[in-house]
Each structure stands twice: as C-alpha cells, then as structure tokens.
C-alpha cells in the first residue's frame, strides 16, 4: 500500500514539474513546441492515474 503512495507522490511531482516546465516555456521561449509539454504531460497524467 505504501508503495502506491509512494509511486502516486512521485507521479504528482512529475505532474508538478511539468506544468512549471510548460509555464516557464511559454514565458521565455513562446517559439518552443508546446507539443512536446502537451505529450509529457499526458504521459504523466496516464503514470499518475496508473499509480492510484
């Protein structure tokens, strides 16, 4: 049980570190594919409903 806690934590700090990623791109660099966050973000959204 507290292995899925565990893996559910890290899966929300990879969320987390994501969305400040894709933010802090949009403000320094706009010319950067939004893409490439979109699919790193549905890729840790699926580890984090995995995790559940």
């Not at 990623?21 to 706009?30: C, E, F, G, L, N």
Request: hydrophobic content about 55%; aromatic content about 10%.
């Amino acid at each position: 049980m507290s292995n899925t806690f565990a893996a559910t934590r890290v899966a929300l700090g990879i969320m987390l570190s994501t969305a400040l990623v894709m933010a802090a791109h949009q403000v320094w660099t706009p010319s950067f594919t939004p893409l490439a966050w979109t699919l790193l973000g549905v890729t840790a959204g699926f580890s984090l409903s995995g995790s559940v």
